[in-house]
């Protein structure tokens, strides 16, 4: 792929390398015995991820230049704001199967798994899409030169219009949402056969010998559909930002294993985003609009990036802002 040759060998394999080193050293090292992740172990790995995220993001301005670090932070960022609504979810489902706290790392870890293999499929699939579809057009008739259109992306800033409106729009409290009723659902009980009973961390057990799933399996198969439905609308999103895969890919892995780490340590605060959806809509607004000008204006990845990072601290401090004084 063309990609390949834009950063160097090494650049790639070590990307490779640590993101495997480290979920290795998760599992069977630090969790190797199911236990409750505690707010502090959480922070260390929420400041692991990170600070790995910014460290790479620096060897790409090293190697590739600041366009691409400016890519790199822009789509990083969106893809973790864009995210933050998988925590609703994560605590939505383990309420809902009844999973312990003890469990929960390990369907978020087998999670994270599955995320890898098909953002791979969704980036890499679609920028080669993209890059086969471009067409030479004067639709534009006020114009008087033709312009570089491309269909994939008029399909991708449908997608940002109802990401968009299903953000403005989105109820704060999804309590009362029956995961039994969902599709996810539906599709676990009819491909397996279930129970109702824990085998420990196990996600199968026996039961009359018959072989059973259980709701700890349920609960990753439903997190995982519902996963790739958000991929629906964050990866349009990034689009926005970047063409590039690997920044694409990079980043989103960064985002999305820190998410993991977030939901532990925010579950019990997770009024610091009531009011999030709002600044996800005006992101989304901002995307779909630099993606109807960008034939006729250009606007740089460094502004971007800054209007992204003040309106995600500006929707951070409305909601702190708003809980305190609904708790007075």
Known sequence: MN???????????????????????????????????????????????????????????????????????AAYWIEKSLSVDNLFVFILVFWYFKISKEYQHKVLFYWIIWAIIFRAIFIFAWVEIIKK???????????????HFNPIMALFWIFLVYAWIKSWWEQDEDEEKDLSKSFAFKLTKKFFKT???????????????????????????????????????????????????????????????WLRSLYFLLANSIWYFSKLHYGLAFILSFIWIKMIIAPFVHISTNLSLAIIAVVLIWTMVWSILSNKKEQK
Not at 133 to 147: G, H, N, Q, V
């Open 133 to 147: 579809t471009y067409i030479d057009t004067d639709i534009f008739w006020l114009l008087s030169s033709s312009i």
């Open 3 to 73: 990609f390949l040759s834009l950063y160097p060998t090494w650049l790639i394999v070590l990307f490779v390398v640590l993101i495997i080193f480290m979920l290795v050293l998760d599992l069977w090292v630090f969790n190797k015995n199911s236990h409750k992740v505690s707010n502090k172990e959480a922070l260390v790995f929420s400041c692991v991820w990170i600070s790995l995220a910014m460290a790479f993001s620096l060897l790409i301005w090293w190697q590739s230049g600041a366009e691409k670090f400016s890519e790199f932070q």
């Open 195 to 257: 129970t109702h009973k824990f085998d420990g961390s196990k996600f199968f057990t026996i039961e009359n010998w018959v072989k059973l799933a259980t709701p700890l399996l349920v609960a990753l198969v439903v997190i995982e559909i519902t996963d790739l439905v958000f991929a629906v609308d964050s990866i349009p999103a990034i689009f926005g930002v970047s063409t590039d895969p690997f920044i694409l890919y990079t980043s989103n892995i960064f985002a999305i294993l």
